[in-house]
RNA sequence: GCCUUCUUAGCUUAGCUGGUAGAGCAACUCAUUCGUAAUGAGUAGGUCGUAAGUUCGAAUCUUAUAGAAGGCACCA
């Protein structure tokens, strides 16, 4: 076989796995190889080289290498179950990007999370006696055969096609899999049993729900440390704990879904809507606001009493039936449609943060992130057909504008025409997902597809933020909609003097305050930039006999110039106080003693430093106001 | 909605196999007036989410119910 290593070495073997390669060329390298990699395709280290083309080693250090690991760590797991639990029948076990699973089904056993440590503790044994993971390619004939007893293997067993099964066994365990795998067991050494779930077979309610048992290996010690490290950490940011700290918001068993915006986060919304309404002021928005409750003939000509009617509130009014809006585009319409437009106005981009309400299970819920009344900040963008391209450029500059304002990593999906029960045009529907797709490439935004997963009215982009513990959340999102200005019969009147029936795009950019409320919470890990921050400046009398009067004054100096302050009086030492200010994360702590007094000048104290910096009042409110007009971050988001 | 777990003072929480609850922080009082991450002493505060049951006796066991957490499904 003629082989080409990555560096463009060519190397020519007989018979040989990838094992004796990697030891052929040194000895320290076969140690750290665990598979490798010929023309694209992952191999076990053991398989002989059956082919030539480029050939990559796999060491433990190659991106693909934790995966590998991760999946067998997933069989390390099913191998101890076995042991424990003999009558287990395992579904399916696969690497996820941050760990693995594997779901199982106990037969009515229900297991705990003590008994996490019980299995660990086995799969620790298995490791140690270091066994060979060998794989084993048989017929489909075989396999069922194999696997008789387990229907959900049997399943997967039919739909695949005969030369693609394999088996790979570890002692006593044999699992139907086609792998690739680490060599042998002892290589699964720094490994943790995470967490125990429900999950449905297939991912379909209708089916029986397995146990998911959550994992996580690594190849050293250190990762596995850091990786438990960091879930920690990322517990101390989560947005309901800091919600309640800070005092932002809260949540009642009177209202499960229904956040209380408490003093603190109502500031920190305010300062964002302000701003909100100002970048959509500049850039040719008509802002209004449509009722809450509209009636039930609206939703019925708008198609949200058939397809959406589960997830809406409905209310009675003398007798006439009315629902509670899930979402602003009705109200929006019938304000386009209160006039007549000519070609000229458009495009005609009408915004709104509307408050919606949707009902959401009961297990969908979670914090601010999945609540059942939200404020979109919402927009209906009519346009022409020849003006999309421009708009939706136009769109995506915007995005990026206001999410690096809070320097936010984001990704865009692009969802495409569903297979089925989708309306319009294929030409159009190919058309506006060209035009989505040839926007991002224009503004130089990578994006993955989403085959199908459109609207059935129009194809859309989504854009996804991160919480603190990975988990991803659509926030913002551009629709296209070929449904409701047919619906509603939207027009405009075109050159001709015809009517014509224009373009409509949804778009949210924030998505809704709630959720974006509790990224920034867990991005900022709760110490907001100045600009945002619901107290900026706490001030601190040294003596409250002697300072406070002054401290007084100042306070509505700074009031006067707009800045949020608040005095702390406390009959406690300074030291108290401080630490106070500090764990509010409050971005600038004055200190007003003698000094301060005397000479009209500030000592402030910046969240997250322990300088003291004095300079005369006037200086600090320029500083200050600098600071805020350029909506600087406060520390470093990472290191929070 | 489904699976598992949880629910003790404002907050964080102890309470093993059932014998009517312990603490820290916060609050309040008093003393201390002390210039950059916790001054000291004391007081008050809970019947253990809610409802029913088992028991001589339940925060602790059973059932129902509400809410929450981690997932799954859902997010048109």
Redesign the pocket.
Known sequence: MKLKLLDCKEIVVENKSGKEIAASISESLSKECIAYKLNGKLYDLYSIVSEDGDFELITKKSPEAKNILNHSCAHLLADAIKSLYPDALFAIGPAIEDGF?YDIDFNGK????EDLAKIENKMKEISKKNTYIIKKVISKDEALRQFANNPYKVEIISELDDQEISTYTQGDFSDLCIGPHVPSTGYIKFFKL???????W?????NK?L??I?GFASFTKEELEHHIAVKEEAKKR?H??LG??LGLFM????G??FPFYLPNGLMLRRQIENWWYQIHDMNGYKIIKTPVILSKELWLT???WD??KD?MYTTKIDDREFAIK??N?PGSILVYNSELHSYRDLPLRLAELGL?H?H????????LF?VRCFTQDDAHIFCRRDQLQDEIVKLLKLYDEMYSVFGLDYSIVLSTR?EEGYIGDIEIWNESEKILADACKATGKDFKINPG?????GPKLDFKLKDC?G?I??CG?IQLDMNLPTRFDCTYIDQNGNKVRPIMLHRAILGSFERFLGIIIEHFGGAFPTWLAPVQIKI?P??????LEKCKLLQQDLLKAGFRVEIDS???????R???A??KKIPY?????????EFNTV???K??T?E?I?VPLEEFKTLLNKEIEDKKFLVDTKKI
């Open positions: 699973y229900i297991l705990r999370e995470e967490s125990i779930a429900g999950a449905y297939r991912g379909d309610s209708k729900q146990t998911r959550y989560d309901r704990k309640k700290e949540l009642s068993e009177y499960p879904g708008s198609g949200h397809h959406y997830n899930p979402m585009c919606v949707r959401e299970a009961s297990g969908a819920l979670n914090g999945r569903p997963d459109g609207a059935f009215y513990m988990r959340w659509q999102t601190l040294v003596n409250n006999e002697q300072h406390s009959e406690e030492k300074l030291g108290y401080l630490r106070t500090q764990i702590t004055l200190v007003i003693g003698d000094k301060e007094c000592t402030y104290r969240f997250g322990n003291q004095n």
